[in-house]
């Protein structure tokens, strides 16, 4: 059962933790140019983070922490090797490496973000050429963007996750940039498909679904990164939740705010006393396991996104339960060392990898804070 939501609304204290971030992310900066953090080691090992070649479905959470930085502060600094990512993903891109359904999140942060920051036409025209390449891993027959493998091989079945949701506001963006009415054509019927598919009847939901490429029949629900095909894992329910509102945002459609809400409450439901999920929902206080800090860092976010779009006593309580979960982040699972880059300890990739940061929870723990500063959607 979680603890009542009461945090009070403590701009002073988000600043300082912001402030807290920009040092660890000076210190880093000349560390992540072409090669970027991931997952850490783990607490016996320092939990600090390995650079990693720009192939991973993370490499661009450090250049968007960067340029959240730069937005925040003003401070030219944080965009002193924005070239070289550029470079890296210009570079990625080109040679195919690495691709999948996750090119929203590699080229949200670090092309449209840097776009919507300076201008930079290369950056615009970078993103758009990912937005372009994810378009074809659309299913037409089955309305559905494949997440993994290669598109047309073959294979009897493919998947669908629910972490591609966060992967359509590229397509949304590239859309309302090009004038190109297929973009955001493609990111709707997939948002339909999901909420007809890996979001389930009482709003909790599947991590994957497998597809038939062929008929584009919709087969079943499993999991990848959850305890069992039938449980919820909680990472999956807050991109589910974030993913909804930030389609909500750009299309008004009532089904997408009405799955963000309902997995919103399965969320808070599922909560336990600290406020930090379990990494699945099949664990509870009575049934413990490892908490997953950047399911909560996800859904805080989405817990934002909601709130600026309904406004009114809903709006409030949204709020207070975000403040309410950072305030168990910075309190309990922070890590106050200026030289080790991740923010959040105990967070989960793989259950069987066992606790460490991660970088797309310190980016979005990083988000929820200047969200509850200015209430902006920023790169999305
Ligand atoms: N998108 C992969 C994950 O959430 O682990």
């Not at 204290?13 to 000076?26: A, D, G, H, V």
């Not at 999140?105 to 758009?128: E, N, P």
């Not at 998947?159 to 397509?171: A, G, R």
Request: hydrophobic residues 40%; aromatic residues 14%.
């Amino acid at each position: 059962m979680s603890a009542p939501f009461n945090a009070p609304h403590d701009a002073a204290l988000y600043r300082m933790i912001c402030t807290e971030i920009e040092e660890k992310l000076r210190r880093a900066a000349d560390t992540y140019i072409d090669h970027f953090p991931h997952v850490s080691t783990l607490p016996a090992e320092g939990l600090r983070y390995p650079a990693e070649e720009n192939k991973i479905w993370t490499c661009s959470f450090f250049p968007g922490m960067m340029h959240l930085a730069y937005r925040r502060t003003g401070d030219a600094f944080f965009l002193k090797h924005s070239r070289e990512y550029l470079a890296s993903f210009q570079h990625r891109l080109d040679t195919r490496t690495g691709i999948s359904h996750d090119l929203g999140f590699l080229y949200t942060l670090s092309s449209v973000a840097l776009y919507k920051l300076t201008g930079d036409k290369r950056a615009r025209d970078l993103a758009l050429a990912a937005a372009g390449v994810l378009t074809g891993r659309y299913n037409e027959k089955g309305r559905y963007i494949q997440c993994w493998g290669e598109v047309g091989k073959g294979n009897p079945y493919v998947k669908i996750i629910v972490d591609t949701m966060l992967n359509l506001p590229l397509l949304f963006w590239a859309g309302e940039e090009s004038g190109d009415p297929r973009y955001a054509e493609i990111a709707r019927a997939h948002a339909f498909t999901a909420s007809e598919t890996l979001v389930r009847k009482d709003y909790s939901s599947f991590h994957s679904y497998l597809m038939d490429p062929v008929t584009g029949r919709a087969i079943e629900g499993r999991t990848h990164q959850g305890f069992h095909d039938d449980t919820t894992w909680a990472r999956g329910q807050a991109w589910v939740v974030t993913g909804y509102a930030l389609a909500y945002a750009y299309t008004k459609e009532p089904r997408f705010l009405e799955v963000s809400r309902k997995a919103a409450e399965v969320f808070i439901d599922n909560l336990p006393a600290d406020n930090v999920p379990y990494w699945d929902f099949s664990f509870s206080d009575r049934v413990p396991d490892l908490r997953d800090t950047s399911a909560a860092s996800i859904f805080t976010c989405g817990l934002l996104e909601l709130a600026c779009q309904i406004g009114g006593e809903e709006a409030e309580r949204y709020r207070a339960v975000a403040r309410t979960v950072v305030r168990s982040l910075y309190d309990h699972y922070f890590l106050h060392d200026p030289d080790r880059l991740g923010l959040l300890t105990d967070a989960i990739y793989h259950r069987v990898h066992g606790p460490t940061c991660v970088i797309w929870g310190d980016y979005f723990f990083y988000e929820t804070l200047m969200r509850l500063l200015e209430n902006g959607r920023y790169f999305w």
